[in-house]
C-alpha cells in the first residue's frame, strides 16, 4: 500500500498597499484544484476580499473577478510571494 503526503501549504505576507501595510493570507489548494492558491485580505472597512490565483504559462494570475484596483496593480507582487515560498520548501 502506498501512502502519499501532500504538505498543507499557508503563508501570509504583508504587502505595502497605498502607503499602508496590508496582510495577504495565501493558501495552496490541493486535489483537482491544484495548481490554485486562494488569498484573502481585509479592505479598510474591515470586509474580507478572497480570490484565487491560478499558475498559467510559468506566472501565478488573478482569476478574472470584479476586484478593486490596488489589488489587481499587485498581481506580480503576488507571484514573486508566491514563488519565494514554494522555493522555500
Do not use: A, C
Not at 502519499?4 to 493558501?27: P, Q, S
Not at 495552496?28 to 485580505?41: M, P
Request: hydrophobic letters at 35%; proline letters at 2%; aromatic letters at 8%.
Amino acid at each position: 500500500m502506498r501512502i502519499e503526503v501532500k504538505k498543507n501549504i499557508h503563508f501570509t505576507k504583508l504587502v505595502k498597499v497605498n502607503g499602508r501595510l496590508k496582510e495577504f493570507n495565501f493558501r495552496k489548494l490541493g486535489g483537482s484544484n491544484e495548481g490554485l492558491f486562494t488569498v484573502d485580505v481585509s479592505d479598510d472597512r474591515g470586509n474580507r476580499i478572497l480570490f484565487r490565483m491560478q499558475k498559467e504559462q510559468d506566472s501565478w494570475k488573478i482569476l478574472p473577478q470584479t476586484l478593486p484596483n490596488w489589488v489587481m496593480d499587485k498581481e506580480t507582487t503576488f507571484h514573486d510571494l508566491i514563488e519565494e515560498e514554494l522555493r522555500s520548501i
